[in-house]
């Protein structure tokens, strides 16, 4: 069993970064997927950007160029950088563990894991 628990949420003004964070505890395989999704109120969940144990990278269109996911294997942690933030970023962020050999890992096959509950996100103008 795996926990997620997200942080780092909160408010920023329209070009401002924020970066959030993911801690995992538990046992955490040595191969691994992990993604970070949002969820806007009355939207569907989108898949934001995904990282393999091996450091491959994936983003959706809509935020590529602006966000960074990135990970610490040491700190068990999963981050996501997130610049020049427009009000369409607004959501809940959350973050997805999938355990185990993805050969192509992307927010879709990470969704399938462990979850955490998510960290808000605002940006206003």
């Known amino acids: 069993q795996v926990q997620l628990v997200e942080s780092g949420g909160g408010s920023v003004q329209v070009g401002g970064s924020l970066r959030i964070s993911c801690a995992a505890s538990?046992?955490?395989?040595?191969?691994?997927?992990v993604g970070w999704f949002r969820q806007a109120p009355g939207k569907e969940r989108e898949g934001v950007a995904a990282?393999?144990?091996?450091?491959?990278?994936t983003y959706a269109d809509s935020v590529k160029g602006r966000f960074t996911i990135s990970k610490d294997s040491g700190k068990r942690t999963l981050y996501l950088q997130m610049d020049s933030l427009q009000p369409e970023d607004t959501a809940m962020y959350y973050c997805?563990?999938?355990?185990?050999?993805?050969?192509?890992?992307?927010?879709?096959?990470?969704?399938?894991?462990?979850w955490g509950q998510g960290t808000q996100v605002t940006v206003s103008s």
């Open positions: 997805a563990y999938r355990e185990g050999y993805v050969s192509n890992c992307n927010p879709a096959s990470a969704s399938v894991g462990f």
């Open positions: 990282i393999s144990s091996e450091g491959i990278t």
């Open positions: 538990g046992y955490i395989y040595n191969t691994y997927c």
